[in-house]
């Protein structure tokens, strides 16, 4: 399995160990391990414990880093979540010092360190699998939401005061493809959701652009129909089921592509491009690069990967527009598909 997904010599030199969950018992030694499973099969519960794989996880997982005494407090915002008691949350590993509920801090903005907002901690939530712990304090390592600065944006530094430089961060790809949202004005309107006004709407898209980092809804106060600009198909169908799911009535637009002018040369117009990689067997490969290529899609590499062949094509994003169901059939389910955005050209 390692090796089909190209994994580097060092990820496929790891420590084997044999464990049993349901038993509670973990070793290294074949030996040990038929002792726990003749036990097992009498009727009788294995003397072993899960301390090996503790310990294996101790000394073969680096330690976080960052220094917690004596180092100024920052953190680089992940992420955004809506509490509708708090507020705006900003979610982050802490990169160095300690931060404690009431302390003075500021935001940071990405790129140009200038200071968007002054604020204090009004609750820090430690995070501990899918539960949030309430804590008075935490440090280095620790990922954790903070609430106290409602301007916080994915990519912003929240830091100390006597901090005035923002941490490196990986930019948020722009969107590359909008529909446009409006009330439901077909002759069955208000038979199946509750949800039915353009108000109602547009508060809902507004409280999905405050956390979803790759959204964006252009609205202009006029008229009741507002864009709203994604990253792909995939990501507007999700929000649009969600919507459906939550009883909102509405109708949308085909995506179209967003364009932009050359900052060099304004009558230049500019087109998103792709980079997209696929997965398939063999004899789906030449149909899959027929297809590609008849979207303008250019082949940049072909690779073999155990049964499976990998390509990898640069393509217009407007060559990706319906093309997913047409993979799927060509593919017979079999293949997967990533694309990612690459640049304006």
Request: hydrophobic residues 35%; negative net charge.
């Amino acid at each position: 399995l390692f090796m089909a997904l190209g994994a580097s010599d060092e990820q496929t030199t790891y420590e084997l160990m044999y464990a049993s969950a349901k038993e509670g018992w973990c070793s290294k030694d074949l030996d040990q391990v038929a002792t726990y499973v003749d036990a097992a099969s009498k009727g009788q519960k294995a003397s072993g414990t899960m301390s090996p794989l503790l310990d294996a996880i101790i000394a073969n997982v680096p330690p976080p880093k960052g220094e917690r005494a004596g180092a100024p407090f920052s953190m680089l915002v992940t992420q955004l979540e809506a509490n509708p008691y708090l507020g705006k949350c900003a979610l982050g590993r802490i990169t160095s010092g300690t931060v404690r509920v009431g302390d003075r801090i500021r935001v940071l903005e990405p790129g140009t360190s200038n200071v968007k907002e002054d604020g204090k901690v009004t609750k820090l939530f430690l995070r501990s699998g899918v539960q949030q712990i309430e804590m008075a304090q935490a440090g280095a390592g620790d990922v954790v939401a903070i609430s106290g600065v409602p301007s916080v944006s994915v990519n912003s530094t929240i830091a100390g005061p006597d901090v005035s430089q923002a941490l490196e961060f990986i930019p948020v790809d722009p969107p590359t493809i909008s529909v446009t949202f409006s009330v439901n004005d077909s002759p069955l309107a208000g038979r199946e959701g509750s949800q039915l006004t353009s108000g109602m709407i547009r508060d809902r898209l507004r409280r999905e652009a405050e956390i979803n980092v790759a959204l964006q809804v252009v609205d202009d106060g006029k008229s009741e129909a507002m864009e709203v600009r994604g990253r792909g198909e995939l990501q507007l169908s999700v929000l649009i089921e969600t919507m459906r799911r939550e009883g909102f009535e509405l109708s949308v637009t085909p995506p179209r592509v967003l364009f932009k002018k050359s900052p060099e040369n304004p009558r230049q117009i500019l087109e998103p491009f792709e980079e997209i990689t696929i997965d398939v067997d063999h004899e789906s490969s030449g149909v899959v690069i027929e297809k590609l290529t008849k979207r303008k899609g250019e082949l940049k590499n072909f690779s073999d990967l155990a049964d499976k062949a990998r390509m990898v094509f640069h393509i217009p994003t407007r060559g990706l527009l319906g093309y997913a169901s047409e993979f799927k059939n060509d593919t017979h389910g079999t293949g997967v598909m990533n694309h990612a955005f690459l640049r304006y050209d």
